[in-house]
């Protein structure tokens, strides 16, 4: 609508012209918009309503020329649209044809392209340069043979060359400098070598002559050292002298496979000129070009000591111009140093490594400083470039020569690392310009691998880094922290310097840094990486430290992958916690993800999650003997996603069991799962249960009495997993367990200890009230109870001993580390103490405990009793240890041993086992 705001807007709010300090509570609204004048009057409306509006898009007419019969074939449809569709029909249709190519090469050949070079004839530059694409796409791709395409295809590309339109012919001379590898040499003789000459003269436009630059360069390749030198060193020679700079820059590039084709000989006498010489251009492109091309030549040169004081003469004259070379130099010192370091003098390779000194400290606030009151580079501050618009490229060097620090660390050895580049490190790795640290951060790993057992000398630049505040800088340190942290801990248990332990609180801080910030793929990446700390920490360092954090984004954080991402490092740190008390109390942890009652929907979907984890982490015997139960007890779930995402686990739960000793577990699966089919409602959830039925029937339960020859690789990647924390468990028992005491967490943190109990109750048991404490005693199952058996594998699993059981009084006697290992403690127990024909029982530390043997003193051990203020309920929501309950277990583990001598064990023992197994 025209509406006329000066007419209808009278007063201040129109009148009054701008000016510095007016405010609009200055303008006189009430007068400048009463209820009168703001009102549209009945011209203006009925002139808005006389307005059409306005038609977008194509006529009838004209969507009836885009229409084609659906009835056409790919090949019928192509050719129509190339000769009566329009300009956007033909591009589509021709970037087509190399499928068409594939898929009916003759119809493609014989009907397609006439058409197609009769269209090309007078078509529009867009069709040409599509064309050339679809050409160069059927040559790279090998769709037809060579004959065919030197025949059918190549007269088209030979044919537009030519054009006057030069985005035309650029088009036409790129696909054919593409095709030349894939041409026979006597189609190039033939076809392409008289272009090169033509091409090449000084009458042609720049575009002409760098087309046969690389003809010169593709070309040489495929000929004898001779012909190249006859036919083609004369022409490179020629545009290497070429007035444009743009030309010798590109007859520059293609020096390299010249010199390839020629070999090290001819290479050395003709090449190496014409290099140099475009190396000392008036030109910064070419002598970059020149420069670059010169590292490349280097191999294939017989005397490359002659280049050393032709490379210091570039350098001094780097240091003293002021364009845009020095960064390249920078760039390429740390590979021209390492490449001829073998025919280098010592005083050459102190030449160069204070140049690179110098250059790493050019113009920065740290090198000044340093240079003040260094010896050797006093006049460093003369080199600075001056002009603020300079400061760019200054830093550009610098993270040029932060790039090539692992080259030079090459070039002198490691001994002399800190004599030399020690300062030049710190330099750069606390430069001002966060692309030099970000660079010094991606290439650390190269530097501590090189370092070997000193890099814990640059631990401080690395924890220093750890701090920084750039997420550049933290990116290029989380890409490569396993390396790093790896090279600390092998150089730590080496020297015996406590190296990853003083990086972990830096490591700590950058995740908090990164949790705060709002890029949660850095974060993911970073709690990711914490996994690869498992095995290298030791257990408590593990279970205070790490696992906290852990369980806080598992429990708090809202981002799937952030979770997921701490999920797996978590399931990662279990495995390498050694103490069965914090094993436990991760696990209930991670099961408390499952209750229905405590956690909101997607907490238990993403406990669905960690179990796909633990399957893949541990052996099957420690996921049945702690996640089964409570996995399938989401089945009665009354959210429809969680008991949809259960139904995709299923056929791997079964996968996990084995017969006989799984049956209580199997008939545990097929009851869940008839229920699921006999209440679902939800469609969703009744589709995904049914295919997970036809899973779960393709699948089939290994057997225990089968022979190792049918094992599957699965099978044997379980046993190690399951050896490993057997290993686990033993090394658990040498070390003396925890000796009676808890480990407290610091106050607040969600790894709080828990009693065992927790972690063992299943989602539709009770847990004990805090008041009442809970028995200790155990019920025994019967030895050929299939549940038992499984009880036994999980018992056997955890400590990684079998108990010794009598079948006459069906009693447990409890093996302490001093009777599995001996008097010394070096001797391991016999193997009839694990004989398999001993009753399986699964015991449960702290909470649950076996019918312990009577003494001959007559006193049994006292059950340690659970204090009213140490529930696990208790526990969780005030973080408190459990200090009374600890310290009653204690008292009674270490009665329980003064009564207990190895001897009187041990024949108490095998006392037991005689009797078994005559009964047996």
Not at 291 to 299: G, R
Not at 670 to 694: C, F, G, M, Y
Request: with cysteine.
């Amino acid at each position: 609508v025209r509406f006329n705001w000066n007419r209808r807007c009278h007063g201040a709010a129109v009148n009054t012209p701008y000016r510095p300090g007016f405010r609009v509570a200055d303008m006189d609204w009430e007068r400048g918009f009463s209820s009168e004048s703001a009102m549209i009057g009945e011209k203006e409306m009925e002139e808005f309503r006389s307005e059409k509006s306005v038609t977008v898009g194509k006529s009838p007419e004209e969507i009836e020329k885009l229409v084609v019969d659906e009835s056409l074939s790919e090949v019928e449809r192509t050719c129509l649209l190339i000769s009566t569709g329009q300009d956007v029909q033909r591009v589509c249709v021709i970037s087509h044809i190399p499928d068409l190519f594939r898929s009916d090469f003759t119809a493609c050949h014989s009907q397609v392209l006439p058409k197609l070079e009769c269209l090309l004839r007078s078509a529009s530059a867009e069709v040409h340069v599509a064309a050339s694409e679809a050409f160069a796409t059927v040559i790279q791709k090998q769709l037809v043979e060579e004959y065919v395409f030197s025949s059918s295809l190549l007269p088209t590309v030979l044919t537009f060359i030519h054009d006057k339109d030069s985005t035309i012919a650029s088009a036409w001379q790129e696909t054919l400098v593409i095709s030349l590898p894939y041409l026979s040499k006597d189609v190039i003789r033939k076809e392409v070598l008289c272009l090169v000459v033509t091409k090449g003269l000084l009458s042609q436009s720049v575009s002409s002559k760098k087309t046969s630059c690389k003809i010169v360069g593709r070309v040489s390749t495929k000929f004898e050292p001779f012909w190249v030198k006859r036919e083609l060193l004369p022409l490179a020679t020629t545009l290497c002298q070429d007035i444009d700079q743009d030309v010798r820059a590109c007859m520059c590039c293609e020096l390299y496979p010249l010199a390839e084709a020629l070999g090290k000989d001819l290479a050395s006498s003709l090449i190496l000129p014409e290099v140099l010489e475009l190396a000392n251009d008036e030109e910064c492109v070419v002598r970059t070009v020149a420069v670059e091309t010169l590292a490349e030549v280097v191999p294939l040169l017989t005397h490359p000591e002659d280049l050393v004081p032709l490379l210091q003469k570039l350098y001094m004259e780097a240091l003293q111009r002021e364009d845009s070379f020095l960064p390249v130099m920078s760039k390429l010192l740390g590979k021209l140093c390492y490449l001829l370091k073998d025919v280098m003098s010592d005083e050459e390779k102190l030449w160069f490594l204070t140049c690179y000194q110098k250059m790493c400290l050019l113009s920065s606030q740290k090198g000044r400083c340093a240079s003040a009151g260094g010896s050797g580079l006093r006049a460093l501050s003369t080199l600075s470039l001056g002009p603020p618009h300079e400061a760019k490229m200054e830093s550009e060097c610098r993270r040029m020569c932060a790039y090539n620090f692992p080259a030079m660390l090459l070039f002198i050895g490691q001994e002399a690392f800190d004599e030399q580049l020690s300062t030049s490190f710190a330099s750069l790795a606390s430069d001002c310009d966060p692309l030099v640290r970000k660079t010094v951060a991606s290439c650390f790993h190269e530097v501590v691998k090189l370092l070997d057992k000193s890099c814990l000398k640059v631990s401080s630049h690395y924890q220093n880094l750890l701090k920084d505040n750039s997420s550049e800088v933290l990116i290029g340190l989380i890409d490569h922290l396993p390396q790093v942290v790896e090279a600390f801990a092998n150089a730590s248990s080496d020297t015996k310097q406590p190296g990853l332990l003083e990086l972990l609180p830096s490591i700590m801080a950058c995740e908090q840094r990164t949790s705060a910030m709002t890029q949660w793929r850095l974060h993911a990446q970073l709690l990711s990486c914490l996994s690869y700390l498992a095995p290298l920490l030791p257990s408590d360092t593990l279970y205070s430290k790490i696992v906290p954090v852990l369980l806080k984004h598992v429990n708090r954080n809202c981002v799937l992958p952030v979770r997921l991402a701490s999920g797996r490092s978590l399931c990662v740190c279990l495995r390498y916690l050694r103490k069965t008390e914090q094993r436990e109390d991760v696990c209930g942890h991670i099961i408390d993800l499952a209750h229905v009652h405590n956690s909101p929907s997607r907490n238990r979907i993403f406990f669905i999650e960690m179990c796909h984890f633990l399957l893949d982490i541990f052996s099957r015997n420690f996921f049945k003997e702690h996640f089964y139960e409570p996995l399938l007890s989401l089945a009665q779930d009354p959210i429809v996603n969680v008991r949809l995402k259960l139904c995709g686990v299923l056929p791997q739960l079964k996968a996990t069991l084995k017969l006989p000793g799984d049956r209580t577990l199997l008939q545990l699966l097929e009851q869940t799962v008839r229920r699921l089919i006999s209440q679902e409602k939800d469609p969703d959830t009744v589709h995904a249960i049914r295919n997970a039925v036809l899973e779960l029937d393709r699948t089939e339960v290994a057997m225990e009495m089968l022979s190792r020859r049918t094992f599957m690789e699965a099978d044997f990647t379980d046993q190690r997993k399951e050896e490993e924390e057997r290993q686990l468990a033993l090394q658990e028992e040498r070390e003396g367990g925890n000796g009676g005491k808890r480990i407290v967490p610091p106050k607040g943190s969600p790894c709080t200890t828990r009693s065992l109990k927790r972690a063992s109750v299943g989602l539709g048991k009770k847990a004990p009230s805090p008041g009442v404490p809970h028995k200790t005693s155990l019920q025994l199952s019967s030895p050929s109870s299939p549940a038992s058996s499984h009880k036994h594998s999980a018992a056997k699993l955890r400590t990684g001993i079998a108990p010794v059981v009598s079948s006459r009084k069906n009693v447990t006697l409890p093996l302490t580390p001093v009777s599995i290992l001996g008097e010394k403690g070096g001797e391991r127990a016999s193997p009839e103490s694990n004989s398999p024909e001993q009753s399986p029982v699964r015991s449960h530390a702290k909470t649950q405990s076996a019918k312990p043997v009577r003494h001959k003193s007559g006193h049994l051990p006292t059950a340690p009793k659970q204090s009213p203020g140490c529930s696990p309920l208790n526990q969780v929501s005030s973080g408190a240890s459990c200090k009374p309950h600890a310290s009653r277990l204690a008292a009674s583990r270490s009665k329980e041993q003064v009564n207990h001598s190895p001897a009187q064990v041990r024949v108490q023992a095998m006392r037991i086992h005689k009797t078994s197994s005559k009964r047996t």
